[in-house]
T-cell receptor, first 119, second 115 residues
Framework: GAVVSQHPSWVICKSGTSVKIECRSL??????MFWYRQFPKQSLMLMAT?????????EQGVEKDKFLINHASLTLSTLTVTSAHPEDSSFYIC???????????????FGPGTRLTVT | AQTVTQSQPEMSVQEAETVTLSCTYD???????LFWYKQPPSRQMILVIR??????QNATENRFSVNFQKAAKSFSLKISDSQLGDAAMYFC????????????FGTGTRLKVLA
């Protein structure tokens, strides 16, 4: 149980174009999902917290107009990188937290990540 | 603000031996959760173990156990009978019990297992 998928697993796009990454919780509902960015040999950097039915909460320094997050349902959140540039090339990881019957959550479950390369 | 520190960028262990990865954290809260995650070369984050701060008993999961010292704000991971498949990046993470569920990650420790 508690499986999170991401699509695509890797994508190459040209500078100036936009790319969308999907994050799905396959066997549970998640009112909250998280988007991370990871550079090689570094830790995960939280970009934003995605809340179902409301606006995402972005971490300081993350451009909300560049990294658009939509959490349209309890099982799907999307990250759109708009007007991508080579410096946006990175590994993007999403995670989701299932809630128990009392509405409490424990650990985050992570997707397999998406490697974005902007040429 | 809470912080998580992993002071060992890289560790090595011989196969079948035991290794301990260190993690310290800083918080003013009394209740929280601590986690160890493993990130193998596939880069899929895998939960290794979880510790609730209100529990005095150290968590264990098969060959993995923690030494949770709340007063010292220390949360080390012990891997017994190390296997080649244990080679990975290991991240320590902190989470509050209320409010947002976001993690604060440490910088990670790369574990090499020598045959």
């Amino acid at each position: 149980g508690a499986v999170v998928s991401q699509h695509p697993s890797w994508v190459i796009c040209k500078s100036g174009t936009s790319v969308k990454i999907e994050c799905r919780s396959l066997d549970f509902q998640a009112t909250t999902m998280f988007w991370y960015r990871q550079f090689p040999k570094q830790s995960l950097m939280l970009m934003a917290t995605s809340n179902e039915g409301s606006k995402a909460t972005y971490e300081q320094g993350v451009e909300k107009d560049k990294f658009l997050i939509n959490h349209a349902s309890l099982t799907l959140s999307t990250l759109t990188v708009t007007s991508a540039h080579p410096e946006d090339s990175s590994f993007y990881i999403c995670s989701a937290t299932p809630l128990d019957l009392a509405g409490f959550s424990y650990e985050q479950y992570f997707g397999p990540g998406t490697r974005l390369t902007v040429t | 603000a809470q912080t998580v520190t992993q002071s060992q960028p890289e560790m090595s262990v011989q196969e079948a031996e035991t290794v301990t990865l260190s993690c310290t954290y800083d918080t003013s809260e009394s209740d929280y959760y601590l986690f160890w995650y493993k990130q193998p070369p596939s880069r899929q984050m895998i939960l290794v173990i979880r510790q609730e701060a209100y529990k005095q008993q150290n968590a264990t999961e098969n060959r993995f156990s923690v030494n949770f010292q709340k007063a010292a704000k220390s949360f080390s991971l012990k891997i017994s009978d190390s296997q080649l498949g244990d080679a990975a990046m290991y991240f320590c993470a902190y989470r509050r019990t209320s409010g947002t569920y976001k993690y604060i990650f440490g910088t990670g420790t790369r574990l090499k297992v020598l045959a």
